[in-house]
């Protein structure tokens, strides 16, 4: 199994700055891509970012050239660089990893990411 911690999360002003780690432990050797969804409130949960092992990235359209998604395969560790900040940023931000066999996604417990206006 794989287990997965997020931190980082917290309150920011518009226009700020966070940055998003997630460590993964467990059977980190069967890890293939990582990511981050968020979840706001009513909203359906949603893709912000993914990469590949080999480092292959994706993006919502939202966030696009503010966010960037980076792992650290050594350290099992995926980052979510969160700039420019805006209110509808505001959600509770999850980490995602998908094993490499089976197709089995893990995901973490989430951190709250609140944007002030």
């Known amino acids: 199994q794989v287990q997965l911690v997020e931190s980082g999360g917290g309150l920011v002003q518009a226009g700020g700055s966070l940055r998003l780690s997630c460590a993964a432990s467990?059977?980190?050797?069967?890890?293939?891509?990582m990511g981050w969804y968020r979840q706001a409130p009513g909203k359906q949960r949603e893709l912000v970012a993914a990469?590949?092992?080999?480092?292959?990235?994706n993006y919502a359209d939202s966030v696009k050239g503010r966010f960037t998604i980076s792992r650290d395969n050594a350290k099992n560790t995926v980052y979510l660089q969160m700039n420019s900040l805006k209110p509808e940023d505001t959600a509770v931000y999850y980490c995602?990893?998908?094993?490499?066999?089976?197709?089995?996604?893990?995901w973490g417990k989430g951190t709250l990411v609140t944007v002030s206006s």
């Open positions: 467990g059977t980190v050797f069967s890890i293939d891509a």
């Open positions: 995602n990893a998908d094993v490499r066999v089976n197709g089995m996604a893990y």
């Open positions: 990469i590949s092992s080999g480092g292959s990235t």
